[in-house]
């Protein structure tokens, strides 16, 4: 546990210094790994570690500074880093905490904290791992090798002060089971992956499960091929399609749109997808994995209607883009401890539709099912799209082989317009979900 | 250097003797081999943004990581208070994963790597805040000067100074002192009612500050940024399809990071999952690619004294004229495969344990001229700058991004192309290398490698490189 006291006498301390205006977040976190390979133990990891980040304001002027020690030594250098690189900024007249009215936290039990984790010594939980992997690598004879499979476990607690009188703190838990298994046929080899994310042991899936997951979906990557250069419709299974909501995340965060780097940009009010998307950011929603009381300024997080039926409705803020922008914040303000002030998102995801994801790939006569996506080909700029891919290939409505080494690609503004369908399988593993979704057309490249 | 003489020695009192004992704790379960990793960073980051310095963060972080390797176990645990009694409680979780009698019997401490490929006095993390944060004024005022059309600039300085202690079990002891800056510049362009486009551009090493001041100047890179922006307000629709594709020298050199250095890895060769696995001695790339990977390089990014397990780097070949001839180790690669050292070992933190990772991967010049290069291709497409890359180690797919490319037509470089993905596979890719260029460049300093949550600095290079087939991953048919 840290002790709050310390977050309030750094912003006490900054003040006493000469800040206008100071916040401070501390945050302390255990950490704990194991990983097996081939049916035994491979790596253990189990350490703990804190740090405290401060930003002050003199005047109009921002400075940030961050440290690893909590020593009365450590804090009283933390202040005085601060306060050296306000002395170097520029004034900005849109600096500043958010307005006190603004602060606040949610009071509901988040259920983000679950001491069951902690009841699981290590030898069950790397027992877990081993069994999550041999489900894997008994489930086929062609899965003969393996990347390993793991349990990890991450107990942490936030604390957050400012110099308007705001302090609160909560804490977290995630554990995971992971497994990724290499399948070989022929001069083919691929691996795949599965996993279970939560945040109590007992909402865990079962390692059978896990393990049998990853094998069907690496087998069913064996003697992947080409496909000729061609326009198709394009399948995203939920796992792909959350790295969509990624990218439109990047271009609807405040400072990409008071920069005009976005593509979204100046499009509030405007149709910007298909009527069949809506997209809402929820930080509220007890159990998951983008939920907190508060956000890294102090303001309660919120449900927030991004895209409604296609038409653009709020960006997502921090205080700062919201005066840029003459808006209010969004409650989406983040920081990492050594980094600047900036947005994050909290539960983001698209809305389910009605129709199976078994029923979206029968509609299909002839495309492409992505599972996987590489690179790093997304422009927010411009919405121009061009990733590497692999996936299955549908013919008159059923998966007929797996392809790979080839790309997608179009923008971004028409892949939006051009979602067809959202399916019914929205299932949260991390804080962006997003069901099955199907492209219209994208140009896909390959011989 | 004596150990009492070191950043640790001083600033903690550090002894031969708590290293020994710390490094007993951890072997107290049995074991192979243990060491130890201390490590203090001061790292800045300062920004410019619509010309106004908003903010700047600076700070300090310490620890030491601990660990064991008992067989191919190993035991991992770390500490950000340096107190004998948090060390040796480190010591005694990560001997946890040990059983029976310790194997090791060496005591004292040789100490590795004298040499300095990074003589830097006063590290630019050292200097005052007054002239760091010129740099990143003088690159706004730069690019706003380019072109009208230039309607946003960002440009951000980060440098780091990393006092590293390592001390292990088989008596090796480290010290280095690894100063690290980059300068980077975005900017955005557009047509009075048009679409903004973006550039950017950056680099550094481990240098002094007056390598931006007198070398590679915020003006440098804020219209090379400019340059580029300028340049994509006129781009067409990328192509899509297999085709002949050039790669200008330099930063284009990821495709080797991504295509081949990865996935010659020892972690991923000695556990076979590799698409490179038991290919030694194998042709994988055409006779003209040879593929070296240094981290000797002076003032690199990528480049180490010694890595982070205390080896000292050094200049390995991983091709050598498309024969693939060896693997990037770390100790536990080399150790289990009962191979030499190559000095690859490297964590992003004491938070994190050693892998295999390449430093400074490029090709040698050959013997083409790069302007009968461009002659020799009546069609394809001309990559003259990446954003970034990624692999599956297993099926050895690649793909690197391309944000400034030119179409080829009739042997001449013509129309700007808007970014494309380009995609391939490893074993196979460098097999359609058809001609070299004489003109080795190595990247200006920019480059983070991610793997398995870890990043660490890189460089790459490689001279103008025709590659007769390759997917490029555009919308135009």
Redesign the interface.
Known sequence: MIDAELATQAVQSALDSGARDAECTLAEGEEFSARVRMRALETVTDAGSRAAGLRVLVGRNVGCSYTSDLSSEGIRKLVASALEIAAISSEDPHAGLPEPSELGSLTTDLALYSDDINTIDASRRIEQALETEEAALSADPRITNSNGASFDAVNGERVFANSRGFVGSYRVSTCALSTSPVAREGDSMERDYWFSYARSHAKLESPAAIGRRAAERTLRRLGARKVPTQKVPVVFDPMTARTLLGNIFEAVEGEAIYRNASFLAGKAGQRVASENVTIIDDGTIPGLFGTSPFDDEGVPTRRTVVIDRGVLRSYLLNSYTARKLGLRTTGNAARAITGNASIGHGNLFLEKGERSPEEIVKSVRRGLYVTELIGTGVNIVTGDYSRGAAGLWIENGEFAYPVSEITIASNLRQMLMDIESAGSDLEFRGSVAAPTLLIREMTVSGQ | MPLSASFFGQKFGLTEHDLQSYLSEALSAGGDYADLYFEYLA?S???I???????????????IGVRVISG?????????DLSPEKIRK?AR?AA??AKGPSKVGKTGFDEAGKRNLYPVLTAPNETS??ER?ELVKRADTAARAYDARV??V?ASYVDSLRQVLVATSDGVLSFDRQPLARLGVSV?AREPNG????GSSGGGGRVSLDFFQNEKTPEHFAREAARQAIVQLDAVP?P???MTVVLGPGWPGILLHEAVGHGLEADFNR???S?FSDRIGQQVASPLCTVVDDGTIRDRRGSLNVDDEGVPTQQNVLIEKGVLRGYLFDKLSSRLLRAGTTGNGRRESY?H?PMPRMTNTFMPSGDSDPADIIRSTPRGLYCANF?????????G?????ASESYLIEDGRITRPV????L???GPEALKYVSMVGNDLKLDEGVGICGKEGQNVPVGVGIPTLKIDRM?????A?
Do not use: H, M, W
């Open positions: 790292t980051s300062l920004s943004d619509e010309s106004i310095v908003k903010s700047a963060v600076q700070g300090v972080s310490l620890g191919d176990r190993t035991g991992y645990a770390y500490s950000d480190a979780v946890c994963i805040l007054i944060v309607f946003q960002q955005l679409d903004p486009q973006r990328a899509a399809g297999e556990k076979k999952v698409a938070q344990i954003g970034g890359g990624q692999v599956d180690i297993t099926s797919n690649f793909v690197f991004s808007r970014g494309a993905t995609i391939g596979n997917t490029v991953g555009g919308t048919g």
